[in-house]
């Protein structure tokens, strides 16, 4: 199932607590205040909503919503099939 | 000389709702938080919790949110949520939420029995079922046992001397008689003291399975043919103060506390001791310095088990004999469930209120006397009750006990 941007931004505001608006493809995480922690959150939810498995060294470099946006739609994307496979071997 | 000790707020979170008075007013009513749960563990099909159960749902944060900001509360597991909302209303209560000179000084005792359950089981579910490498980081600073006493001290800006105390169902009565002590000895002028357990969970449902002590029908405390404890969840707080320190201010005094008693059995891990916990009953009157004719309404530690009440009945007839005739037993978890690690505090709280009204609130779910559990009680519906005196009993598991005494403000 392919991954939109849009789906991301709800995870993102649901998970560090910004408003939805607040989300615009420049702004910065910090002046969002979405912290190294937050990023940690919205990955374990990313996993859990759409199998995406991704590491934390993947967000180095990462400072605004549009490059956070990148980094997890592609990865989500290119992964394809692979990340529903391992969400449901994981259920076995 | 030492400080007398008045409880100048109260908070409290369970089944029955949020805030004192919810709690309150349906205990009064002869209403109960207790109902049937049917789930099914999300991840884990044949892992069910089924059976009565008094759980906490819709906890609304909003009021923590505003003053501390939605980002932390968010970040609480339900142990630590139930805990700030509990306290930030007890300390609305008392007065003391905006003035932060008397927080920066005061301490924090608060009692749990076992930590953040819903995060120790999520982290083995990431790992177990959904087969992800590795856990979220707050994992340990959330499921450590004392979490919800550095979530209080950073939101509130409390600075003194804070930590937990475990005692299992002791465990937050043994935090406010701990407390007390602090304000006695002047080593604190306030003290915020309390509990909170969040134990429906599946795994620790399956742990309360095992060990048979939980009833498929409902919790009956004192009642012929009860079958066992209702495991509930929540939190409940009291600002302890000195009470020179609250007449100073003009603070509103709901009580104070006069005796507590300690005790360990020294015997078994589950089996209750009559001579073990009557010494903590012994204790607290020696203490508060009444005597045992004193009118009293005891806010019974009755969690439905078949041994429980029979042997509290036998620690209340040993140490008060035919004075007991003179005094009322409420028992309230048949209400609001066994709060575990809070269920002494609301026990407490919420016998101070019932003290201070001069109500008695119903037992529950009686179905008829046993004789071995022949007690002053009140059933039915509520009743006038004056008393001069609260005493209430905690008596755990591992035969740690804890009983409080006080009066009214």
Known sequence: MPVSRDDVLDVIAEESLVERSALTPDATLESLGIQSLDIISIVFALEDKFGIVLEQSEFEGVTTVDQLLDVIVNKANAAGSDASGAGAAAKT | ?409
Not at chain 2, 132 to 149: D, E, F, N, Q
Not at chain 2, 192 to 198: K, M, P, Q, W
Request: charged share 15%; with cysteine; aromatic share 4%.
């Open chain 2, 1 to 409: 000389m030492t400080a007398r000790v008045a409880v100048t707020g109260l908070g409290c979170v369970s089944a029955l709702g949020q805030t004192v008075t919810s709690n309150w007013s349906r205990l009064k009513a002869g209403e109960s938080g207790i109902r049937t749960l049917a789930l099914v563990h999300p991840d884990i099909e044949r892992m069910a919790m089924n059976g009565p159960a008094a759980k906490m749902d819709g906890l609304d944060t909003s009021a923590v949110d505003a003053y501390a900001g939605r980002k932390v509360t968010a970040q609480l597991d339900p142990v630590a949520a139930y805990a700030v909302v509990a306290t930030h209303e007890a300390l609305a209560d008392s007065g003391l939420i905006d003035d932060k000179a008397a927080l920066a000084d005061a301490s924090i005792i608060y009692g749990g029995a076992s930590g953040g359950n819903t995060t120790i089981e999520e982290s083995y579910v990431r790992i177990l079922v959904k087969g992800h490498s590795g856990v979220h980081p707050l994992t340990i600073p959330k499921r450590m046992s004392s979490a919800a006493v550095s979530h209080l001290s950073m939101i509130f800006g409390v600075k003194g001397l804070a930590f937990a105390i475990a005692s299992a169902c002791s465990s937050s009565a043994h935090a406010i008689a701990e407390a007390a002590h602090m304000v006695r000895a002047g080593r604190t002028k306030v003290a915020i003291a309390g509990g909170a357990d969040a134990t429906l969970t599946f795994g620790a449902w399956h742990g309360w399975l095992a060990l048979q002590a939980m009833a498929p029908d409902t919790c009956r405390p004192f009642s012929i043919d009860r079958k066992g404890m209702v495991l509930g969840e929540g939190a409940a707080t009291v600002v302890l103060e000195d009470l020179d320190h609250a007449k100073a201010r003009g603070a509103t005094v709901y009580g104070e506390v006069i005796g507590v008693g300690a005790s360990s059995d020294a015997g078994h891990l589950t089996a209750p001791s009559a001579e073990g916990a009557g010494r903590a009953v012994r204790g607290a009157y020696a203490d508060a310095g009444i005597a045992h004719d004193t009118p009293a309404l005891v806010s019974a530690h009755g969690t439905g088990t078949p041994l429980n009440d029979k042997t509290e009945t036998e620690v209340m007839r040993g140490v008060l004999g035919g004075d007991l005739a003179r005094h009322r037993v409420i028992a309230t978890k048949a209400a609001h469930g066994h709060l575990l690690g809070a269920g002494g505090a609301i026990e407490f709280l919420l016998g101070l209120v019932a003290l201070k009204e001069g109500v008695a609130p119903p037992i529950l779910n009686y179905l008829g006397p046993d004789p071995e559990c022949d007690l002053p009680i009140t059933l039915g519906a509520s009743e006038p009750f004056e008393a001069e005196a609260l005493v209430s009993n905690s008596f755990a598991f591992g035969g740690l006990n804890s009983v409080l005494i006080a009066t009214r403000g």
